[in-house]
C-alpha cells in the first residue's frame, strides 16, 4: 500500500462526505504505515470517520475507492479515477473549466461567506464555496503581491551629498547648512524565488499556493518559480502568462512528479547546480511551499539550505501544516531545515498567505 493511494482515498472520502482533512490524511497514512492489509478498512475508519453517519457510510466509499459495489453506491466513475490519481494536475485542470471571469457578474454571498473563507483551511473549503473562494483569492492574492512589490524596495543607498541641492535648502536659514542633501540611486525591487512543493501530501494545498506565485510574478519583474516532488522543473514562463487560467493549462501539461513523493534535498540540490550561480543574489527572497514531508537525507536537505542561505536576503519557509492546531515540526525533513529558516510561517488559508506581506515588509524594513 503507497502513501499515495492512501491520500487519494482521504480525497476521495472527503469529496464523498467524510471530514477527510489534513490531520485525517495524516493520521491515515500512519495508520496504513503499521497496520496490516487485511485490516487497513478498519483502520482507515477508525481515524475517518468522526460520527455515526461517517461510521455507517465508511465501508461503501472504501469498496467503491477500490473498485466495489455496496450500499447502492456506484464504482467510482472513470474521470473520478482520473481525479484522484492526478492529483495535483487534475486541480490545476479543474480550475480552469470556469475561469473567474466568467462568475464576475455572480455576487458573494455576503461579507460573512468572504471573512470565512480567508480564514478557512483550504483543506477544509466545501465544493459549494469552491467557486466563491476562487473569485476571493484572485482578487485578494492580486492585491497582497500588489503591495508587496511596492514596499519590497531595497533600502534607497545614499549617494554624494548633492551641493546644489544643499546651498538651496540652506538659504531659509542664512546660508547655515543645516540638512545635507543627498543624490540619491534608483532603488532595485527585491528578487523572488519561489519553490512549491506538488507532491502528494501537498495535493489539496498546490494549487492555491500556484495561484499565489503567478500573482507575485505578474507584479515582480526579477520573480522565478519552480515546482518540485521527485525533480524540480523551473515553470517561470508558463507563469508569465497573462491570464491564470492559461497559466495552470500549461503547468498541468509540465512533468514534475505531480502527486508523488518528495524528495525536497535532491530538488534544492538541482537548483543550486544549475539555477543558483543565475537566480540568487543579496536582494533575493528564497520562498519554500511545502509541508516538509522528505523522503530523502535530511543531511542533504541541511546542506543545500545552508548554501542557499548564505548567498539570499532571507530564507522564508511557509507550510501548510503549521494551520493545525497541534502541529509540530518533528518529521526529519523539518527538523533539519529550521535551523536555517529565517521565516517559519503558515501557508493554509487565504489569510495565512496574505500574512506573508507582514513577514516579508518586516523582513525589508531589517
Not at 150 to 169: V, W
Amino acid at each position: 500500500m503507497t502513501a499515495r493511494r492512501v491520500v487519494e482515498f482521504c480525497r476521495f472520502a472527503r469529496a464523498h462526505g467524510l471530514s477527510a482533512g489534513v490531520a485525517g490524511t495524516l493520521d491515515a497514512l500512519q495508520a496504513a504505515a503499521v497496520a496490516p492489509p487485511e485490516t487497513l478498512r478498519f483502520a482507515l475508519r477508525g481515524v475517518l470517520s468522526s460520527s455515526k453517519e461517517e461510521w455507517e457510510r465508511f465501508d461503501a466509499l472504501f469498496e467503491a475507492f477500490w473498485g466495489g459495489r455496496r450500499a447502492g453506491l456506484e464504482p467510482v466513475p472513470k474521470n473520478d479515477r482520473e481525479r484522484t490519481e492526478g492529483g495535483t494536475v487534475w486541480a490545476l485542470s479543474g480550475a480552469v473549466e470556469g475561469p473567474v471571469g466568467d462568475r464576475e457578474g455572480k455576487a458573494v454571498a455576503g461579507a460573512s461567506l468572504h471573512e470565512r473563507l480567508r480564514k478557512t483551511d483550504f483543506s477544509q473549503v466545501p465544493q459549494s464555496d469552491q467557486p466563491a473562494l476562487e473569485q476571493i483569492a484572485q482578487r485578494l492574492l492580486h492585491q497582497t503581491s500588489w503591495r508587496l512589490s511596492r514596499r519590497l524596495k531595497s533600502a534607497e543607498p545614499r549617494g554624494p551629498i548633492d551641493l546644489r541641492r544643499t546651498i538651496r535648502r540652506s538659504i531659509p536659514s542664512g546660508g547655515d547648512p543645516i540638512e545635507l542633501r543627498y543624490k540619491s540611486r534608483k532603488p532595485n525591487q527585491a528578487r523572488l524565488v519561489i519553490l512549491v512543493d506538488v507532491s502528494g501530501s501537498m495535493n489539496l494545498y498546490s494549487v492555491f499556493l500556484l495561484r499565489f506565485a503567478h500573482a507575485l510574478e505578474k507584479h515582480f519583474k526579477r520573480a522565478e518559480t519552480f515546482v518540485f516532488a521527485t525533480s524540480l522543473v523551473d515553470v517561470t514562463g508558463a507563469l508569465r502568462s497573462r491570464q491564470l487560467p492559461d497559466a495552470l493549462q500549461e503547468l498541468a501539461r509540465t512533468t514534475a512528479g505531480w502527486s508523488g513523493g518528495t524528495r525536497i534535498g535532491e530538488s534544492l540540490r538541482d537548483f543550486n547546480r544549475h539555477h543558483a550561480r543565475r537566480s540568487l543574489s543579496r536582494d533575493t527572497l528564497f520562498i519554500m511551499l511545502s509541508d516538509g514531508w522528505d523522503t530523502g537525507e535530511p543531511e542533504v536537505l541541511a546542506s543545500e539550505l545552508h548554501a542557499i542561505k548564505r548567498r539570499v536576503r532571507k530564507l522564508i519557509w511557509l507550510n501548510p501544516l503549521l494551520g493545525l492546531e497541534n502541529y509540530q515540526p518533528v518529521t526529519r525533513g523539518m527538523t533539519a531545515a529550521l535551523p536555517h529558516v529565517d521565516v517559519f510561517a503558515p501557508a493554509h488559508c487565504l489569510q495565512s498567505l496574505m500574512d506573508l506581506e507582514k513577514h516579508l515588509a518586516r523582513t525589508a524594513r531589517r
